[in-house]
């Protein structure tokens, strides 16, 4: 059963950072392609990162320069830093697994996190 738990989100001001975490289990995690998607209210879920297995990236326009996408195949974790931060990235941001074909395609992906919600204040 694969389990996908995201961590680290929560209140930051305007031009802050954040570090989120998506650990993994229940996967052999060096062989899949993760990814990071967020949802705001009222809004379509949106790519933001994602990375295969040997370590291409992939990022969204909307964060480029911004958010990087790493992962720790010894930790089975794969994280999403997020630098200068804006109100507009306030949402709940996904962790996503084993994805196949395109990374920034939502069906591209078999397994999903909770969601950790990252709240952006002026």
């Known amino acids: 059963q694969v389990h996908l738990v995201e961590s680290g989100g929560g209140l930051v001001q305007a031009g802050g950072s954040l570090r989120l975490s998506c650990a993994a289990s229940?996967?052999?995690?060096?062989?899949?392609?993760m990814a990071w998607f967020r949802q705001a209210p009222g809004k379509e879920q949106e790519f933001v990162a994602g990375?295969?297995?040997?370590?291409?990236?992939t990022i969204a326009d909307s964060v480029k320069g911004r958010f990087t996408i790493s992962r720790d195949q010894a930790k089975n974790t794969v994280y999403l830093q997020m630098n200068s931060l804006s109100l507009e990235d306030t949402a709940v941001y996904y962790c996503?697994?084993?994805?196949?074909?395109?990374?920034?395609?939502?069906?591209?992906?078999?397994?999903w996190g909770q969601g950790t919600q990252v709240t952006v204040s002026s």
């Open positions: 996503a697994a084993d994805g196949r074909l395109r990374p920034e395609l939502v069906a591209s992906y078999a397994y």
């Open positions: 229940g996967l052999t995690f060096s062989h899949a392609a």
């Open positions: 990375i295969t297995w040997n370590y291409s990236i």
